[in-house]
């Protein structure tokens, strides 16, 4: 399918490098080739691949790209999973959350109390940020709108101030997942700055709250995202963005781009 993309559009020798989810499949079929990849795979696990091609097949892949970068959108995803999913505390009152608006959802009582302006969204596995909308959906709703339902799921007060205080901690990485996944926009040149105002929330939020969730982030932040700033095709994209040129580089990282695009 890549092969008859590239050809479809003429443009195999433009592409530069590949970018994918990080679905272990996904990334699997982007690095068993070209042959020279062939030869590290060959005690890959998987059984049914022997780590060679036929001689006449070789040449089918030769117009794939140096170069294999996993979806920033993607990975920003997993960041957030990493704070969600390692701290005990907020994975017991999300989930929380999660059945108090599916009971709702169902309760026909509940669709009675609630007027067409307070409804409630349910989260899908999918978009973290659709997580986000479900707790800001549930604050919206005053306590005396709660008091009238029988739930077993009714939130405490302490469950209400994490719910809030999650919201606000969350709201960086909400701008960032909105800015970076625009389909009619060039993105890739938000990269590079994404990473480093991450950075730099993070820090600040690390001095407003004093939580296990803010560490996670800013750990999963430098484990998952630092390597983005240091990627060739995102510092040039960056660079060639008038409205950043090299704002994101470091003095001493200014004339690495420089030469970078002296070679490009």
């Known amino acids: ?3 008859e993309t590239v050809a479809s559009y003429n443009v195999g020798n433009k592409v530069t490098t590949i970018v ?3 679905a272990a499949n996904i990334v699997k079929a982007f690095t068993l080739f070209p042959v020279k990849q062939l030869e590290d795979d060959s005690d890959d696990d998987d059984d049914d691949f022997t780590g060679n091609l036929p001689p006449d097949d070789t040449a089918n892949f030769e117009c794939l790209p140096p170069n294999l970068s996993p979806c920033f959108a993607h990975t920003l995803q997993l960041v957030v999973r990493d704070g969600m999913e390692q701290d005990s505390q907020i ?3 999300f989930a929380k959350v999660s059945k108090l608006v599916s009971f ?4 026909t009582v509940a669709t009675e109390v609630f007027s067409n302006e307070l409804k409630l969204q349910m989260a899908t596995c999918t978009r973290w940020n659709s997580q986000l909308m479900m707790m800001r959906s549930v604050l919206k709703i005053s306590p005396e709108i ?3 339902l029988d739930t077993p799921f009714k939130l405490k007060q302490y469950e209400l101030i ?4 999650l919201c606000e901690i969350l709201e960086p990485f909400e701008y960032v997942t909105i800015q970076i996944q625009g389909q009619n926009i060039v993105t890739s040149s938000l990269v590079v700055n994404c990473v480093c105002g991450l950075r730099s929330a993070s820090a600040s939020l690390g001095e407003v709250y004093k939580s296990k ?3 996670i982030l800013q750990a999963s932040i430098e484990t998952r995202l630092k390597k983005f700033k240091s990627m060739e095709e995102f510092q040039l994209a960056a660079t060639l963005d008038p409205r950043y040129k090299l704002d994101g580089c470091h003095d001493n990282e200014v004339q690495d781009i420089r030469d970078l695009l002296t070679v490009k």
């Open 104 to 107: 709702c959802r169902k309760s």
């Open 91 to 93: 994975k017991q009152v």
């Open 1 to 3: 399918m890549y092969q």
């Open 162 to 165: 994490t719910i809030k205080e």
């Open 20 to 22: 994918t989810d990080n």
């Open 213 to 215: 969730l803010v560490s």
């Open 146 to 148: 709660w008091n009238k």
